[in-house]
């Protein structure tokens, strides 16, 4: 192991675009060294962790599946070799099958539940027990887990969707209620502006959706990565007494819904 990095580390799954790389950029910012992690696309994750080295810090990009549990504790002691510290982790990696209707259950199998289930409810458990004890050693630890208001209003991409940040939530509650010093929160994102959501459900039914959620919600907007990183940064950072909160961050859609 390395010595130990004056600067505070953070970890981010799925970082490579949208809120990962938003908020890997956000603690750059602030004097954070980074890694994060990606499936596929490490070419973006490396432009990701250029741009974090423009603020004076250290960052790395990891290839790394978080449904599989070896992918996990390699992250964890990467980083630790690294920079012998982890002081936050963020579990934004996650998947979904774009089944809109739910009513439609012809449209999903038992292998898309438990491949949801697997990257977005197993993969942020691997995590936290891979990053558990060296986030004891941090004077203030803390995991942010960025689940969905599809997992509190039963809405969104698809049912298996739905159903795994519901388990998301839950699982956070009990961290939070079980894990301490460490810190467990979620963020509860509703319809984040970016290229993910506008792939998975095609231009025409993505600017639908935008323009009648900016009109709709009480204050007449939907979310950008850079909003939903500052919730996640203040749930590191400044809410230092605060455990167990599911967020929603959504523009106020959830009050009419």
């Known amino acids: ?8 580390v953070a970890i981010i799954t799925g970082g490579s675009r949208g809120v990962g790389a938003a908020t890997a950029n956000l603690l750059a910012s602030k004097g954070w060294n980074i890694t994060i992690t990606c499936t596929s696309s490490i070419k973006d994750a490396n432009v990701v962790v250029q741009d974090c080295e423009k603020y004076g810090v250290e960052a790395i990009a990891i290839s790394a599946d978080v449904s599989e549990d070896e992918s996990c504790v390699e992250t964890a002691n990467e980083t630790i070799k690294k ?13 979904t099958k774009f089944v809109f209707n739910h009513a439609d259950l012809d449209g999903l199998d038992a292998e898309d539940f438990l491949h949801i289930y697997k990257v977005n409810v197993v993969g942020p458990f691997q995590m936290v027990r891979a990053c558990k004890e ?20 039963g809405i969104g991409s698809s049912l298996a969707y739905a159903s795994s940040k519901g388990a998301l939530n839950t699982m956070t509650k009990s961290m939070a209620r079980n894990l301490g010093p460490i810190r467990v929160n979620a963020i509860c994102p509703g319809f984040i502006q970016g290229e993910w959501l506008r792939k998975g459900m095609g231009d025409e039914l993505y600017n639908a959706a935008k323009e009648n959620l900016t009109s709709s919600t009480p204050l007449n907007l939907t979310v950008t990565p850079q909003q939903v990183a500052e919730g996640i940064y ?17 523009g106020g859609h959830h009050l009419i819904i």
């Open 83 to 95: 920079w012998g510290r982890i002081d936050a982790l963020v579990n934004n990696a996650g998947t």
């Open 1 to 8: 192991m390395s010595n130990i990095s004056k600067n505070k």
């Open 234 to 250: 203040n749930f590191i950072e400044i809410s230092r007494v605060v455990t167990g909160e599911t967020m929603l961050m959504d």
């Open 134 to 153: 060296m986030l004891n050693k941090s004077e203030n630890p803390s995991v942010v887990n960025i689940s969905s208001i599809a997992g509190i209003k």
